[in-house]
């Protein structure tokens, strides 16, 4: 089973600032469009920010402007850098992975993390 190992969540203030990673293998990241979602318990998991192998990146309407995605290839890792954040991103966010054959932007997606806590309150 692939496991795709994230880091960076926790509690911080409004305003403040994360960075979540998470690191997939380098067979997965090298050819997966890697993605972050949240999902805040009792409502839908919610697509943050997605980011094909070639650097093409989509972002959610209510994070634009304020969360980044990137990706180190020579580390396998995705990165969410945060700012900006709002009580309303508390959630728990997942990477996942989405192989190169499905839709631009992906809607399905073949592996995922164990999700990480963000939590923002004063």
């Known amino acids: 089973q692939v496991q795709l190992v994230e880091s960076g969540g926790g509690l911080v203030q409004p305003g403040g600032s994360l960075r979540l990673s998470c690191v997939a293998p380098?067979?997965?990241?090298?050819?997966?469009?890697m993605a972050w979602h949240r999902q805040v318990p009792g409502k839908q998991r919610e697509l943050v920010a997605v980011?094909?192998?070639?650097?093409?990146?989509n972002y959610a309407d209510s994070v634009k402007g304020r969360f980044t995605i990137s990706r180190d290839n020579s580390k396998n890792t995705v990165y969410l850098q945060m700012n900006s954040l709002k009580p309303e991103d508390t959630a728990v966010y997942y990477c996942?992975?989405?192989?190169?054959?499905?839709?631009?932007?992906?809607?399905?997606?073949?592996?995922w993390g164990q999700g990480t806590q963000v939590t923002v309150s004063l």
């Open positions: 996942a992975a989405a192989r190169p054959l499905t839709t631009w932007p992906p809607r399905d997606y073949d592996y």
């Open positions: 380098t067979t997965i990241f090298e050819i997966h469009r």
């Open positions: 980011m094909s192998s070639r650097g093409d990146t």
